[in-house]
C-alpha cells in the first residue's frame, strides 16, 4: 500500500526540467529529512540525501523533474505559443488544462486550444498537431493582458494534473515520470534498517534533458555503486503484441538490462534477480529500445561504476494520465531495500 | 564604441575547429597578454587568459573555431572534393570564394555551378549537396594541385568579405563567433576594479561539439561559466519564430541551461547601467559552450550571453555594432560587479 499522502505531494508539486525550484525540491527535501543525517542541494538544483555508513558508497538516483512546456512567444491578441521542455507530445495539449507558473506557490490556468472539427477540412482531422499549431489560451485578449497577469516569454507551464486511485490496486496521475520513482526512493529511505554501505539518496534534475543532473552528482559522489529508478513501459494495452509491451502492471518491479543509455552490469542484474527470487520479491525484465535513464550518466562517472536500474512500470509515459500499479511501487521498495542491506556481500 | 579595425582582424583571422592554430589563436594571445595576469594554452589549443581576483572563480568562453571545409579527395582533373567541418550548409557554396590553407601558404579557390543554360528547369529547382560541391583551385591535373601544396587533409574556409552596410550594420563571414571573441576581449581589455577570479576562454572545436569548453572547463572548475556566443535574430522566413531583434541590445537566454540566479543578476546590471537587454527561450541545452560548463564535475551556474545576428552560417552574417557595443559593456559590469553569491537555483 502506498502511503498516498506522500504520494500526492510528490507527484502534484511542479517541477519542470530546470525548474525543479518551483516546488517539488522542498517536498523532497521535507520527505527525505526524517531518514538521512545529511541533505544538501547542489549548484544545478540536485537533492542529495545521505545517510551515512562505512560499508561501500552507494549513489541512487531519481529524477524530480518532470517535461512540459515554455512560453516561447506572446501572440498580440493573448494567445501564449509554447515549445516543449523534454519529450513532449503535441498531441497531449489539446483539449488539456494547464497550470501556468508565473512564481513559485503561484499559477493561473491555461487550456490547449485547437480547431473546431466542424470548421475542419475532413483531410485535416487527420492529421496530428504539430508545435507550429498549438497554443494555450489563459483567457487574456492581449498580449498586455497576458503580460500584466505576469506570463513572459520564458513562463514554464505543467498540465493541471492529480493524483486518483483508479480501480483496486492502481494509481493515475500527471508525472508519475519519474516521481513514482522519487516515493520510491523515499520509501527505501525510510524502511531501511539494517545496512552499513554510504548511501547517497538523490533527486535528480534535468534528466529529462539530457541525464545532466545524475551527471553532475555523480560526480561528487563519486560512488562505488550506482542505481537508477525510473519508470518503463508497460504497453499491456489493446492493440500491442505481448513482445512489444516491455512490461505489464501488476507483475512486479522491472529489473532494468539495458535501454538506450546503459547497459546494466550483468553481474549486479543477476545478483538482483537472486534477491528478488531469495525474497519472493516479484519481478519482470526492463529492455527498452527507446529512452535512458540517470543510470546511463552514473555508468560512466569518471573511471566507470558499476550500476544497476529498476524500472516501475507505466502505462501512458509521458502524459497527463500515467498509470501504475501500487503493487509494482511495493516490489520496486522492497528490492531497493534488499539491495541496500546486501550491497556488503557483492563481489565483482 | 566598436574598433572595427581590431574586429576586423579577430573575425578574418584564419581558424577552422582544430586548426586554430593558423591565425586565431596568436591574434586572441597579443590581443590580451597585456591586460591579464597570465596566458596559456592547452593540449588542445584553448587560449586560457587569467585575471586573478578572490571570489568567485568565473569562466567566460568565447570560440574562436569556425566551420569551414577539409579536402577528402583530389580528383585528377585537379577539382578538390570537400567535406564539412561543423554545420555548413552546402547550399551557400555555390559561387563563392574560398581561402585555401596549405603549407606553402595560402590561396584561393572557388566552389563553381552549373550554368543555368545547361540544366533542366526542375534541376534548377534542387538545392545542392554535397556530392556536385568541388573547389577550383585553377589546377588542370591531380599533379598540379599537390604542386601546389593541396593534400588530402587540407583546410579551407569562406573567404573574407568584411562589408560596412551602414555606420551600425555590417556583414562578414565568421561573425560566428568572432564577434563575441572581439566582444570578450574588449571586456577584458577594459575592465577595472574585480573582486572575482576571471578565465577568459578562447575555446576551440566548439562547432564539432563543444569540445575545447569540456576540457577548459575541467581545468578551471569555475562556479559560473559564461558562453558568449552569437543568436539568430528576426529575419524573412524565420516563420515568425524569433522573439530577438537586431539593433536592441544584447540577448540572455531563460530555460534549463541558464542558472536563474547568474541571469537575475545580469539583468540587474544591464538596469543598472542602462543597458538594453533581450530575452531567449531555450527549453534544451543550449549550442552554446554553456551546455558543456553546466555539466562540468560538480556542475557550474551558467548563463548565455549573446549578440544576434542574421544569416547564420553563411558568408554574410550580419551585425549591429550597437548590440556589439552594448555587449562588451555588459560583460565588463557583470564582471567587474559580480560578488560571492548564493547560486543554487
Redesign the interface.
Known sequence: MVDYELLKKIVEAPGV?????LGVRDVVIEAFKPYVDEIR??????VIAHKKGDGPKVMLAAHMDQIG?????IEKNGFLRV???GGVDPRTLIAQRFKVWIDKDKFIYGVGGSVPPHIQKPEDRKKAPDW?QVFIDIGAESKEEAEEMGV???TIITWDGRLERLGKHRLVSIAFDDRIAVYTLVETARKLSETNADIYFVATV?EE??L??A???A??IDPDYGFAIDVTIAADVPGTPEHKQVTQLGKGTAIKIMDRSVICHPTIVRWMEELAKKYEIPYQWDILLGGGTDAGAIHLNKAGVLTGAISVPSRYIHSNAEVVDERDVDASVELMVKVLEHIHELEI | MVDFELLRKVVEAPGVSGYEFLGIRDVVIEALKDHVDEIKIDKLGNVIAHKKGDKPRIMIAAHMDKIGLMVNHIDKNGYLHVVPIGGVDPRTLVAQRVRIFTEKGELYGVVGHIPPHLTKPEERKKAVDWDTIVVDVGADSKEEAEKMGIKVGTVMEFAPAFTRLTENRFASPYLDDRICLYAMIEAARNLENHEADIYFVASVQEEVGLRGARVASYAIDP?IGIAMDVTFAKQPGD???I?VELGKGPVMD???????KVRAFAEEVAKKYDIPLQ???S???TGTDANIM????????TAVLSIPIKYMHSQVELADARDVDNTIKLAKYLLEELKPMD???
Do not use: C, W
Not at chain 1, 526540467?17 to 525550484?21: D, I, L, P, R, V
Not at chain 1, 512546456?69 to 512567444?73: A, D, G, S, Y
Not at chain 2, 531563460?254 to 536563474?260: A, R
Open positions: 526540467s530546470g525548474y525543479e525550484f542541494v547542489d549548484k544545478l538544483g540536485n512546456l515554455m512560453v516561447t512567444h515549445a516543449p521542455i507550429d513572459r516569454i520564458g534535468q534533458v539530457g545532466r543532473g551527471r553532475t552528482s560526480f561528487g | 562556479e516563420k515568425g519564430k522573439v531563460v530555460g534549463p541551461n541558464i542558472n536563474p530575452v531567449e527561450p527549453p534544451r541545452p553546466q555539466i562540468n564535475r560538480e556542475g557550474v551556474a547560486l543554487v537555483p
